[in-house]
Nanobody, 123 residues
Framework: QVRLVESGGGLVQAGGSLRLSCAASGRTFSTYAMGWFRQAPGKEREIVAAISRGGGTTYYTDSVKGRFTISRDSAKNTMYLQMNSLKPEDTAVYYC????????????????WGQGTQVTVSS
């Protein structure tokens, strides 16, 4: 069982930056692949980025490549999403997810989810 808690969301102007954190409970953090997803009002939840359990492999959806960076710190049992050059279309509730595996990009393959954190980018 893994409990995930996101933090770091907020209101930022276009072009600004935010760093999201996802703190995980348990002693098996390093065995879990993890990912960030987002859901905007009226839209389906979509993947933003994913990171392998060892941290050596990452995946980004095309719309955030070059702007967002996913990382993880096993010593702190925490995953991060550094978001730069934010755009109004990045506005959404951001969720972190975890499950045992190597690298997981499908939301349907994640069993553990955080409660979400709101990111709002004003124009």
């Amino acid at each position: 069982q893994v409990r995930l808690v996101e933090s770091g969301g907020g209101l930022v102007q276009a072009g600004g930056s935010l760093r999201l954190s996802c703190a995980a409970s348990g002693r098996t953090f390093s065995t879990y692949a993890m990912g960030w997803f987002r859901q905007a009002p009226g839209k389906e939840r979509e993947i933003v980025a994913a990171i392998s359990r060892g941290g050596g492999t990452t995946y980004y959806t095309d719309s955030v490549k070059g702007r967002f960076t996913i990382s993880r710190d096993s010593a702190k049992n925490t995953m991060y999403l550094q978001m730069n050059s934010l755009k109004p279309e990045d506005t959404a509730v951001y969720y972190c997810a975890a499950d045992q595996g190597i690298l997981i990009t499908s939301q349907y393959k994640y069993d553990y989810w955080g409660q979400g954190t709101q990111v709002t980018v004003s124009s």
